[in-house]
């Protein structure tokens, strides 16, 4: 029998183009995101460092939802979903 869509699984890690996509070059959420979390390590404590871990998150957030809305495959889309959801958990522990 032959298929002329490709299976879940074929096309699960592949962009448009046919590449197999898991990790990209950081983009400026993540970036902001890394930049604000280790910022967020090195304040001792205080405003400044809560300021730190706040901007953190909402670079992060930001980062998932554009995976989720422009990832450029299924697996992208996902991973921004579950880094959306996790962020999301830790709003109530």
């Not at 890690?13 to 898991?22: Q, S, T």
């Not at 706040?54 to 980062?63: E, V």
């Amino acid at each position: 029998m032959k298929f002329n869509k490709p299976h879940m699984s074929h096309s699960f890690f592949r962009e448009a183009d046919g590449h197999i996509v898991l990790a990209q070059w950081p983009n400026i959420p993540l970036s902001g995101w890394l930049v604000f979390k280790i910022l967020s390590r090195i304040i001792a404590n205080g405003q400044l460092k809560t300021g730190f871990e706040q901007l953190s998150m909402a670079f992060l957030f930001a980062w998932a939802v554009l995976k989720i809305l422009q990832g450029v495959n299924h697996f992208r889309r996902i991973l921004g979903l579950v880094i959306l959801l996790m962020i999301s958990v830790s709003f109530f522990k």
